[in-house]
């Protein structure tokens, strides 16, 4: 049987950014990558990734007034197997998942940065239950910090 990875196991606490300015998806998703860049956690071949990927298979998840979006990329420019959390300094619309022709405001980034493509199938189930709820969302949304993140979602731990 396949071992499922509940995706709070890959989350940690340096991975958690807050503020990220930018007026598009794409400045919110380049200011993401820098900090990721600068924590280590990805190859600098992941910004131009991450945003081609976004253009090609939109991530904006419509949850509800507060929403999320899910940008991942190949496994070519991550360094570390863990699940990162950005929060932009206001929303910022994503093309849906569901409907690219449709636009998701979005005020919560999940970003799995992923050792193989298949971590993305036994992370989702997780990630997908835990983030069903708006109120979750939006409690992670005006934390105000990453250790206010942080302990949001560990309090949140026992619920997912």
């Known amino acids: 049987m396949e071992k499922r990875i509940h995706f709070l196991q890959k989350i940690r606490k340096e991975l958690i950014f807050t503020g990220i300015k930018g007026e598009t998806w794409e400045e919110v998703l380049r200011g993401t990558a820098s900090r990721l860049l600068a924590a280590g956690a990805v190859k600098e071949s992941y910004a131009d990734a991450v945003v081609e990927r976004e253009r090609e298979y939109p991530t904006g998840l419509p949850i509800g007034r507060v929403n999320l979006a899910l940008p991942h990329t190949y496994p070519q420019h991550v360094r570390e197997h863990a699940v990162a959390i950005a929060v932009p300094a206001h929303p910022v619309l994503f093309q849906s998942m569901d409907d690219p022709d449709a636009m998701v405001e979005v005020s919560l980034l999940v970003c799995p940065l992923l050792d193989k493509m298949e971590e993305n199938i036994q992370l989702l189930p997780s990630l997908m239950k ?27 731990a026992a619920i997912a």
């Not at 109120?135 to 309090?155: M, Y």
């Open 130 to 156: 835990y983030f069903a709820n708006e109120e979750i969302i939006a409690e992670l949304a005006a934390a105000g910090s990453a250790q206010a993140v942080f302990r949001k979602l560990q309090q949140g």
